[in-house]
């Protein structure tokens, strides 16, 4: 049924280990009812959700050394790397050169975008610049019939969007804070980064 309503240039609601998101697929139709349903303004990106680390290159023109150590380390899970974008991506995914992307530790979220083909365009099912939806009923007031299709899995169980990192040189940049701690992720990488 998800898939169905992909397919037709719908938007669903999807839980997720952070918080709900709404998700249409990667193509410009699509991403623009995404902005239109959220009042999101159009020169903030969207980032994609994976079914695995093995789509990333579906929508990053690189999948730096730096990149695949975090990720073996944190997907599935609240991690977003912001990686160079796909020249092929639509460009109202993002107006900039990079693309953040991450793989929900959530079975249902992974099983949807598996069936849509391993990439989704997702971000927190709310209006901009509000608390993002926790629960279903929260998505169901901010989006309203905007979305064609809504999946409820409870109160996810994280609550807090994920963490949103790139690496400018050499130096890892933490672009927004989250579950996932910058000591944790320079645990990881050890001396780069630092």
Known sequence: MATVALEKG?????????????????????????????????????????????????????FPYWAQRLADVFWPGPLTLVLGKHPDLPPNLTTLPTVGVRVPDHHLSREIIAAAGGALAVTSANRSDQPPACTIQSAIRYLADAVVLYLDGGTCAGGVPSTVVTMEGNELRVLREGPITEQALRRVLGGAGT
């Open 10 to 62: 719908g938007l669903i609601v999807l839980p997720t280990d952070t918080v709900y998101g709404v998700g249409a697929l990667v193509e410009q139709d699509a991403i623009q009812r995404l902005f239109v349903a959220k009042k999101r303004p159009p020169d903030r990106p969207v980032p994609v959700l994976l079914s695995d680390s093995g789509a990333v290159m579906r929508v990053a023109c690189e």
